[in-house]
């Protein structure tokens, strides 16, 4: 029986994408975090097998991006770091997949350095965002803003690795609600 069947919602979901170079810290937090708050997380790699983030921690993504390109998730993030900043932004199938989403209405966030591969896609032209330190200076038409976290629409950007559980409980709160984000908060000690 589906979920629309007994009046259930049917359980977000989440693709995080990892490239080499990408931060670990970011990554890790926001999957594991998208997780606690039961939503589907799937994290996949530019490429198959084991990935060394910006830090040098060995990562093995659950999939690669080919194989989930065509599945349907309610949620794309990139995290920072580099190079894997450069990495995503130099991957034609991340680009369009950014567009593709940002099309069909549904959340794009990026953290640290990422919210330039949304501005290489075109998607903040006019819209506010945040980024680390210096990462949007090549985009004029982007708003910068200096706030630990920006939601412009369906649009959500955030600074570096100290704002990445910040990042990642909002992000909870969009797919599911307040009262998960809570719970999840509470459980994590802060």
């Known amino acids: 029986m ?21 931060e670990e810290l970011e990554a890790v937090t926001i999957v594991n ?28 993504p659950d999939t690669t991006l080919e194989a989930v390109l065509d599945q349907d998730f309610d949620l794309v993030v990139l995290p920072g ?6 990495n995503l932004k130099a991957d034609a199938r991340v680009l369009q997949l950014l567009q593709r989403f940002a099309a069909q209405g549904k959340f794009v966030a990026a ?18 965002a945040t980024c680390y330190p210096t990462c949007l200076d090549d985009y004029p038409n982007v708003q910068l803003q200096t ?18 559980m910040d990042f990642a409980l909002v992000l909870v709160e969009r797919l599911t609600n307040a ?11 802060r």
């Open 2 to 22: 589906s979920d629309s069947a007994v009046g259930r919602v049917p359980t977000p979901r989440a693709l995080v994408l990892f490239a080499e170079g990408s």
């Open 111 to 128: 953290i640290c350095a990422a919210p330039s591969v949304l501005a290489e896609a075109g998607l903040l032209n006019g819209k506010q």
């Open 179 to 189: 009262s998960t984000r809570q719970t999840v908060a509470a459980a994590l000690v």
């Open 33 to 60: 975090i998208l997780r606690r708050g039961g939503v589907q997380t799937t994290l996949a790699g530019l490429t198959d097998g084991a990935l060394r983030g910006s830090r040098g921690i060995v990562i093995v």
């Open 81 to 86: 770091g580099q190079p894997g900043t450069r």
């Open 147 to 164: 706030s630990a976290l920006v939601e412009d629409g369906k649009l959500i950007t955030s600074r570096g690795p100290g704002t990445a």
